[in-house]
């Protein structure tokens, strides 16, 4: 701790001290006359007040590892107490699960991306032939439409007395329209049915057998409207209106074609929402693959030592199995050791961050400064308001943590200012004083003090160079005595 002036009671104990010695001394005087003192010239040196304690060794940075992984320990090379090199392997990790999800990852990745191509490749066929089908259906309809206008015109002015013919070869038509859509209503129903994840071929034959029996109808249908004819129509129209039959029934049975396949087909294009869909499938499945890499590469790197230090807890075992983010851990950096001393209020009003100090374990010193000033105070086990600083170790990494070293921090530190020894530093209630001895008597005077250390004081005025102060024990009695300086 900082020495303290010699204030209050105990300067007039140590005055009454002095008093009595020196009473019971006989006097000594000198050639010339007056008594002998030792005494110390004021002179120019350097001069740092200085607060000792002590305190335990820590480092300064102090990290814990946490599992980067869930996995079983396959081997950990530490223990508490355990010193440690940057890069060494601390922990290894059993990575057999994480190969084999790696493994199931890819192959997962592999299989989505190949089927969005597929089924994305075929829904393009089907896209093409659908356009096609939809072409063909407007093609077959203009066809028709051209047909009747050719049949209407000759028949025009057989109106009257076809009447009745027209109708019911209207309703044939008709009739071959209606089942024709109902085939292909159906062919539409069985293209779902091939397409549901169980396919129900029972049904489907049943439904193939429905729509023989619809052509086979289409078939008799016109069979009928082929044979009825004007009688009265020339040789010439009959072969013309017979011609044109013949090509409305081709007509329509590439129309008919030409709707079912639209149904068809148009089952089998995806919309874009479900490309995206698919894409997004490929995109969440390389997701997982990249994680699951990501935590392989985890689990093979283990843990390795990122800085010099010691181990403080080790907290798993060997075959032991973590969850991601248990503390497993802590290491302290031998880089950067520190003293953390207690000082009273007195003294850390006097410490400032970055001041020279010196550090000594068993003997060994080493130097240092502080680097770090608590802003909240802590009581102790006296009860008394102490103040935690921190003083940093420059090398000395080899040091065992929680060895107690003793610390010497130089506060105030000054150059080239006037000093006398403090053995002849004296206080009392008025301030600073000393003897010295002037123009051969002993004088008493006051000066203002700056540093007080151990071994001397500094002189901020009231003395001047070279003035010599009395090193002897003294007191006030003598004041004015003659007296001169020790020769040795």
Known sequence: MNMLKRYGTAGLLAACAVFILSACEEPVSAIGGGKEYECAHVSKSNIAGIIEESGDIAGNDEYTYYAAISAPISSISIEKGDAVRIGDKLVVYDTSDYEHNMMQAELQSRQSEDSAKGQIAKSNTYSAKYNKAVADDMAYSVLYYISRENSNGITETQYTDNYQMQCEID???????????????????????????????????????????????????????????????????????????????DITRNWTQARTNINAYEQGVLTSGQKDALNDQVDIAKENEEYQRENLIKAQAGIDATFDGIVTSCSVEEGAVVTKGTPLFTIVSTDDLKVTVMLSKYDVINVKEGQRAEIDVAGTRYVGHVSKISRIATTDSSDKSKVAVD?????????????????????????????????????????????LLNNGTVEKRYFEAGIVTNDSVEIIKGLNEGDAVIVDAITDDRIGEKAVEAVY
């Not at 994840?197 to 009928?224: F, W």
């Not at 610390?407 to 008025?430: G, L, Q, R």
């Open 171 to 249: 309703g044939l038509n008709k009739e071959i329209a209606q089942v024709s859509e109902e085939i292909t209503n159906l062919n539409g129903e069985m293209t779902k049915l091939l397409n549901e994840p169980v396919v129900n071929y029972e049904l489907i034959e049943s439904k193939e057998n429905e729509v023989a029996d619809k052509n086979n109808r289409i078939a008799e249908l016109r069979s009928r409207l082929a044979s009825i004819y004007p009688q009265s129509y020339t040789p010439e129209e009959n072969m013309m209106l017979n011609d044109i039959s013949n090509t409305m029934e």
């Open 391 to 435: 003083v940093k170790i420059e090398g000395g990494k080899d040091l065992i943590l929680g060895l107690e070293a003793d610390v010497t921090i130089y506060t105030d530190e000054k150059e080239n200012v006037m000093t006398i020894p403090y053995a002849a530093f004296y206080s009392d209630d008025d301030g600073d004083y000393c003897y």
